[in-house]
């Protein structure tokens, strides 16, 4: 199944969903050294982004969020892709200059049709995400 969406960070990446419905603070919430989430209040808190298609509604908080995005590429621990509801530009801005594939706006709701260890391809080149396992 191919689900149209709106490109921000252009890329392709395959991988396995992660999925929260808690928006993200990179700076704070996510370990730069390790993709681990460290926010206990967080619900994904003790698991680690790295590799995966992460999806949540929308970053938060600080503006270093970005960085912390590009900290985590450069320590080869960035998600593979990440699927937003709505992208702010934070994120945005982390996922370009980290060169991890971002969408949103998807033409489903990803919370409907996505669940946890589901493959996918987020071709954000293209403009679709793409469920695999099906
Ligand atoms: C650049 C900033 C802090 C630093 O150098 O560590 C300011 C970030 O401001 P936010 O209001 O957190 O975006």
Excluded: W
Aim: glycine letters at 8%; one cysteine or more.
């Amino acid at each position: 199944m191919k689900i149209k969406c709106r490109t921000i960070s252009r890329g392709v990446a395959e991988g396995e969903v992660l999925l929260t419905n808690d928006a993200i603070s990179f700076l704070g919430n996510v370990e730069p050294e390790t993709g681990e989430v460290v926010e206990p209040q967080h619900q994904l808190y003790g698991q680690s982004i790295a590799g995966k298609v992460l999806v949540f509604p929308h970053g938060k908080g600080s503006t270093v969020g970005s960085y912390v995005i590009y900290q985590l590429f450069k320590n080869g621990v960035a998600p593979a892709a990440m699927i937003n509801l709505e992208s702010e530009p934070i994120v945005a801005v982390g996922a370009i200059i980290s060169e991890v594939p971002l969408v949103d706006r998807l033409e489903k709701d990803p919370y409907k049709i996505l669940k946890n260890g589901d493959m996918v391809v987020v071709n954000s080149t293209e403009a679709f995400v793409e469920l695999r396992n099906e």
